[in-house]
Nanobody, 126 residues
Framework: VQLQASGGGLVQAGGSLRLSCTASGRTFSTLATGWFRQAPGKEREFVSA????????YYSDSMKGRFSISRDNAKNTVVLQTNSLKPEDTAVYYCAATSGFGGRSYYTAYQNYAYWGQGTLVTVSS
């Protein structure tokens, strides 16, 4: 599976960005997908995940209410809408996909994702 993330950029605090991830090479609907981020000098951090049929979504507590994840299996795309951005949201955002199954603890762990995109940089200025 190849994942291509896009949509990052420079935005002022309080602004919004729409991150997209497009998949190819495998039936997208067989994979759960997630977003992670990594800031300079920090570990990779869970952002959000969505189940295969979009029936379940998961968010990091610090992003819940500000970020929204969705997917369109017909277009092989998962979208992360980020709102009310803060300077501490500055990071490289990665989309990822997994063929595994589990609950929240499974989908929030980056080790469980076998497929990764190249990342898209989000910079939030104060």
């Amino acid at each position: 599976v190849q994942l291509q993330a896009s949509g990052g950029g420079l935005v002022q605090a309080g602004g919004s960005l729409r991150l997209s991830c497009t998949a190819s090479g495998r039936t997208f609907s067989t994979l759960a997908t997630g977003w992670f981020r990594q800031a300079p000098g920090k570990e990779r951090e869970f952002v959000s995940a969505i189940s295969r049929n979009a029936g379940l979504t998961y968010y990091s507590d610090s992003m819940k209410g500000r970020f929204s994840i969705s997917r369109d299996n017909a277009k092989n795309t998962v979208v992360l809408q980020t709102n009310s951005l803060k300077p501490e949201d500055t990071a490289v955002y990665y989309c990822a996909a997994t063929s595994g199954f589990g609950g929240r603890s499974y989908y929030t762990a980056y080790q469980n994702y076998a497929y990764w995109g190249q990342g898209t940089l989000v910079t939030v200025s104060s």
